[in-house]
């Protein structure tokens, strides 16, 4: 079930065929690290080696912060010790994730070129002697990165080593968006791209307001700091230009490494759910889909969180395997207070990145630095080396992930859909509306948790992908809506869809003008109803609401929307407050579907029970009925075999029954039909027989 499959009768994207010859070229589950040699003297290196495979390492991303090292004057290479690297790598049976190592400058460029350093709002330039010091925008930075990864896309092109192509790293982490002149002049080729002539953009930007009307392109800035609230039309755009902007440096990697080693795919790590990087924009441009993780142990509700940009990852895919690139073996260096993964944590949520999709588990790091910013973060090898406890969790994992080989290729499959748009979340969280404190994190977290608790598989899908094949689509918040995805919406729910949409959805176009004719304009008939006013709730301020059937009370807070029915049916409403007798929540029939309508913010017992009654109405559930509260499940299936991953991430022993008995594989041999899960325990069971393949 994807949205971004393969071409109908094409055969295979030629990306899926470079993917599918590097996975077959790993022969088992992905397990790694990113591996810094250039930190450590050579006699290292063989060490590194030997405790490697008897980790069962057999990928390593390596060069990702090596180009002061690989040219460390301006056109001078050297490439010995990568070539030594290489070899050993080759010659202990591990593969190349081979770095394009542009992520960080090395200081000559900033002396030579300080142009190339990003500027900040405020005009602040960023100075070298950290990390990702540059303009996405800036010719002589693009120029002196294209200059090297050709350099070593001749020179490893054919050694048998490479595997895999690491653009860059984290784009956008650091410096999601650059201010400076030059990065105005390219945002000024980027609208005229976008919008061909001046009297189009000031239409679309809405610049009859406050005397912003443009007469000359050279007059379009981008948005430093103003007196008052910058245009949001322009803020928007800059947005899309940022990301885009980035995205060409990745691209101008990605065809030089493609012209030069056509048969090797290219990807780059994508954050955490990251709001300056529209990673549907980005996603075609991957070979595969890899992602840097990094749960805090300290924050309840981190591995939900985690599931859901695992969900992102697979579908950004279209449901292939997707590399989990990095994860920390225990704690971080670069949150206010690192705390430490507590013994099988970091087992059992690599366990949750496979169970949603992930073919390869890897680090950052493999030998914990000896000095620099990351000297406290955890790797594979701490600076206690082998006598520690995070080696011996690693070490193991590394050889159990060795019995799960015939996983790989498998796919989950997902009844439901929630519904993620970039452009749309830029646009909602703008300044000046309704409130300042409507974040869409928060929202889809809310929305996706009760699905989460429940092993309710789910995709997140783009506004304008094809929602067919989905029992329910979640779409929380989707205040921006084009044309198509308001077509797509009304034809998925008519066709029998079932729909559950909340508040502040449909409310502007493309260029964030609000779509006129009644809130929310585009889904009146779809909702049967209209909103005459938005109501948020002052800070502390609850409103009590119940439901209909008269089985629940609960309380909404932070948001109302006064709707007025036309068509639909009040489920739950308000009991008190100046809303007293409006409904918070409706359900619509329309045409075969049904659409469900959220207009507040319920607390968490009520919005579980909201989510589920719709889940529950469209028949979706979890892949196996009655499991115990915090145990996840999770299902994949292919052609040759169909699995059960069972995660306890709760703090007690869960007794789960299985519908018909199943085989461990990392439990003891023959079949069980009762699996007693320790606490942070994993279970990998293979289906005696499966549903169909996705
Ligand atoms: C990111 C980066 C790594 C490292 C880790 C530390 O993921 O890609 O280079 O800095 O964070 O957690």
Not at 187 to 216: C, H, I, K, M, P
Not at 223 to 239: G, I, T, V
Not at 470 to 498: E, F, K
Not at 551 to 563: L, Y
Request: proline share 9%.
């Amino acid at each position: 079930m994807s949205a971004a499959a393969d071409p109908p009768g094409g055969g295979p994207r030629p990306a899926a065929s470079r993917a599918g010859r590097f996975w077959d070229r790993l022969g088992h589950l992905g397990y790694g690290a990113d591996y810094n040699p250039e930190q450590w003297p050579p006699g290292v290196w063989r060490e590194d080696m030997k405790l490697m495979r008897e980790a069962g390492v057999n990928m390593v991303s390596v060069a990702i912060f090596g180009w002061a090292q690989l040219e460390p004057r301006p056109g001078h290479y050297e490439f010995g010790w990568l070539d030594e690297v290489l070899g050993l790598l080759h010659e202990n049976g591990i593969s190349a994730c081979l770095a394009t190592a542009t992520a960080s400058p090395p200081p000559w460029l900033a002396r030579l070129y300080p142009q190339t350093l990003p500027e900040t709002a405020d005009g602040t330039r960023l100075m070298p002697g950290s990390r990702q010091h540059f303009c996405p925008s800036s010719p002589e930075y693009r120029a002196a990165a294209a200059a090297l990864v050709e350099r070593l896309a001749r020179r490893y092109s054919a050694h048998p080593a490479l595997a895999v192509w690491h653009v860059g790293n984290e784009f956008g982490c650091h410096v999601p968006a650059c201010y400076c002149d030059r990065s105005a002049a390219d945002f000024r080729r980027w609208l005229r791209d976008r919008y061909g002539d001046l009297d189009t953009l000031n239409e679309r930007w809405s610049t009859a307001f406050w005397s912003q009307r443009y007469g000359e392109w050279e007059e379009i800035g981008v948005p430093r700091r103003m007196p008052a609230f910058a245009n949001p039309a322009q803020q928007l755009d800059f947005a899309r230009f940022c990301s885009d902007a980035l995205l060409a440096c990745f691209t101008a990697e990605r065809e030089i490494l493609r012209s030069i080693t056509p048969g090797i795919p290219v990807t780059t790590n994508f954050l955490s759910l990251w709001k300056p990087v529209d990673f549907f924009a980005w996603a075609p441009h991957q070979d595969v889909i890899a992602h840097d993780s990094y749960p805090d142990p300290l924050d309840p509700a981190t591995v939900s969180d985690a599931a859901f940009n695992y969900d992102l990852m697979r579908s950004l895919g279209g449901g292939r395997p997707w590399i989990l690139m990095e994860q920390a073996p225990s704690a971080v260096n670069w949150r206010g207070h690192n705390a430490p993964k507590p013994p099988g944590v970091m087992r059992l949520w690599s366990y949750q990145a496979l169970a949603r999709g992930a073919d390869a588990i890897m680090f950052f790091q493999w030998r914990a630095s000896a000095g620099g910013a990351e000297k406290f973060h955890s790797a594979l090898l701490p600076h206690g080396g082998t006598a520690t406890r995070t080696w011996r969790e690693a070490s193991a994992l590394g050889r159990e992930l060795r019995k799960l080989g015939e996983l790989r290729g498998t796919r989950v499959r997902a009844d439901v859909a929630i519904m993620l748009d970039w452009p749309s979340w830029w646009a909602l969280e703008q300044d000046s509306h309704p409130s300042q404190a409507l974040l869409l994190t928060d929202q889809l977290r809310a929305h996706y948790k009760p699905l989460w608790e429940a092993s309710i598989a789910a995709d997140v899908v783009h506004p304008e992908s094809s929602l067919a094949g989905y029992r329910l689509v979640v779409v929380p918040n989707l205040y921006l809506v084009t044309v198509q995805a308001v077509t797509g919406l009304h034809d998925y729910v008519s066709g029998g869809g079932h729909l559950l949409m909340s508040f502040f959805s449909g409310i502007v176009d493309e260029n964030d003008r609000v779509r006129l004719g009644g809130y929310p304009a585009p889904f009146t008939d779809l909702l049967g109803l209209r909103i005459g006013e938005f109501w948020p709730l002052a800070p502390g301020v609850r409103a009590g609401a119940e439901f209909h059937d008269g089985q629940d009370r609960f309380t909404a807070s932070f948001w109302a929307d006064a709707i007025e029915l036309a068509g639909a049916e009040p489920v739950a409403s308000y009991r008190d407050g100046e809303l007293s007798g409006v409904p918070a929540l409706t359900r619509h029939r329309f045409g075969d579907g049904l659409a469900w309508y959220l207009g507040t913010r319920p607390g968490e017992a009520a919005m579980r029970r909201i989510v589920l009654a719709a889940a529950r109405a469209a028949g979706a559930g979890p892949p196996v009925p009655g499991l115990p509260p915090g145990v996840e499940a999770v299902r994949r299936a292919g052609p040759r075999g169909s699995y059960l991953l069972l995660l306890n991430h709760s703090g007690d022993q869960a007794d789960i029954g299985l519908p018909v008995p199943m085989a461990d594989l990392l439990g003891a041999p023959g079949p069980r039909a009762r699996i007693l899960l320790p606490a942070r325990g994993v279970a990998v069971l293979r289906e005696p027989s499966h549903p169909k393949e996705p």
